[in-house]
C-alpha cells in the first residue's frame, strides 16, 4: 500500500467512523506507551492493529521473549503505536487508550490473546464490551468512547504521520532506531538476527 493509498484510506475511515473533515495540517498529539529504559540503545517501534492475527501471533509468540531477553536487560526501549486498518480495530484502539496510560500493554495484550473470541465473532462490538468490562468500562462509558471523535481522530493523525515517515503498509510493521523497518511477524531468532543485521546487537 503506497503512502498515496493509505492517506486515502485514512481520509475514507476518518468519514466512515467520526464524519470528520480530516485535515493533517493538525497536530494532536497522543502520549506514547513505552516499555524499557529511557536510555536504551536500542528503540523498536511496533506499528500493529487488535484485529490483526499476524499482530496477534507476534504478542503471543515473540514478544515474551524481547520483553524478557531484550527490554528487561536494558537493550531495548519498546514503543506500541496503534495502528487500526479497519473501523473496529479503531474502536479496540480507543478503548485501550481510554483506560490509564498503565495498563494499556495489558489491555491490548488481553485484546490481542483473545482476539478471535472478540474480532471475528458473530457480534464483535458485543463480545469488545464484554471485555472491556474487565477493565472497569461500563457499558455507557463503552458507547461514549465509540463515539469520541477526537480520540479517533488523534490516532488517525498519528498513523498518517507515521506513514509520512516509513511508508508504513502492513501490520505488524517495526521500525528500528528510526532507520530500519520490518514487516510482519517474526519468530524471536528471526527477529534477533535482523537486529545482528543490523549491527546493533553482537
Not at 455507557?140 to 498519528?158: A, R, T, V
Request: aromatic fraction near 10%; glycine fraction near 2%.
Amino acid at each position: 500500500m503506497t503512502f498515496k493509498i493509505l492517506n486515502t484510506f485514512i481520509l475514507i475511515l476518518a468519514k466512515l467512523l467520526i464524519g470528520l473533515n480530516f485535515s493533517f495540517a493538525n497536530d494532536i498529539k497522543l502520549p506514547s506507551i513505552v516499555v524499557g529504559e529511557k536510555n536504551a540503545p536500542i528503540v523498536i517501534k511496533e506499528y500493529f492493529s487488535l484485529t490483526c492475527s499476524h499482530c496477534a501471533s507476534f504478542h503471543k509468540n515473540t514478544y515474551p521473549k524481547v520483553k524478557k531477553e531484550l527490554i528487561d536487560t536494558g537493550k531495548v526501549k519498546f514503543e506500541f503505536i496503534d495502528y487500526p486498518l479497519d473501523r473496529l480495530a479503531m474502536f479496540a484502539a480507543s478503548i485501550a487508550r481510554s483506560i490509564p496510560s498503565e495498563s494499556y500493554v495489558e489491555t491490548t495484550s488481553l485484546l490481542l490473546t483473545k482476539q478471535k473470541k472478540w474480532a471475528y465473532s458473530n457480534d464483535p462490538v458485543t463480545e469488545l464490551l464484554k471485555l472491556s468490562k474487565l477493565f472497569g468500562i461500563s457499558e455507557k462509558k463503552f458507547n461514549e468512547i465509540l463515539n469520541n471523535k477526537e480520540l479517533m481522530e488523534k490516532i488517525l493523525k498519528k498513523m498518517e504521520k507515521e506513514n509520512s515517515r516509513f511508508n508504513i503498509s502492513s501490520t505488524p510493521t517495526f521500525v528500528i532506531n528510526d532507520k530500519h523497518v520490518i514487516a510482519g511477524s517474526l519468530k524471536y531468532n528471526e527477529f534477533v538476527k535482523k537486529l545482528k543485521d543490523f549491527e546493533l546487537l553482537n
